[in-house]
């Protein structure tokens, strides 16, 4: 059997709080929790999990493909939410997308200031 991605873990100021932005921005379906997670699930059997470290957390990057009308409804979600956004990863073009590698992109902070990307064509 092929490697296929199962989990991961995403370290979270307050677990609820981000689980609930994931959400909202990727309609992601409910999981069942516990423990310290709270779990979220994606396509093909993927499961986010956050959880409340005690540690500082680092900023990780996480981008997801997302169809051009998830992207539609995303991005409007962003906007009126007030999150603030870049064309870039290097954050220089803000409040813009970007239409590189033959389709749209995004980048924006979650509400622990992890890097996320939505991206309509995948880079390969």
């Known amino acids: 059997m092929p ?5 991961t873990i995403i370290a979270s100021l307050d677990r609820t709080v981000s689980a609930e932005f994931y959400r909202s921005i990727l309609e992601a379906g409910q999981a069942p929790s516990w423990g ?9 059997g993927v ?11 680092q900023m990780q990057h996480y981008a997801f493909l997302v169809d051009d009308a998830h992207f539609d409804r995303a991005y409007q979600r962003l ?5 603030e956004h870049w064309a870039d990863p290097q954050m220089t073009r803000p409040g813009e997308t970007n239409t590189e590698h033959g389709g749209r992109g995004v980048y924006f902070k979650d509400p622990s200031g992890h890097a996320l990307e939505l991206i309509t064509r995948p880079y390969f």
Not at 3 to 7: D, G, I, T
Not at 36 to 44: D, Q, W, Y
Request: glycine share 6%.
């Open 3 to 7: 490697a296929l991605f199962n989990h």
């Open 36 to 44: 310290p997670f709270t779990n979220l699930s994606l396509a093909g």
């Open 47 to 57: 499961m986010l999990q956050f959880a409340e470290p005690p540690v500082e957390i």
């Open 79 to 83: 906007v009126s939410a007030g999150v």
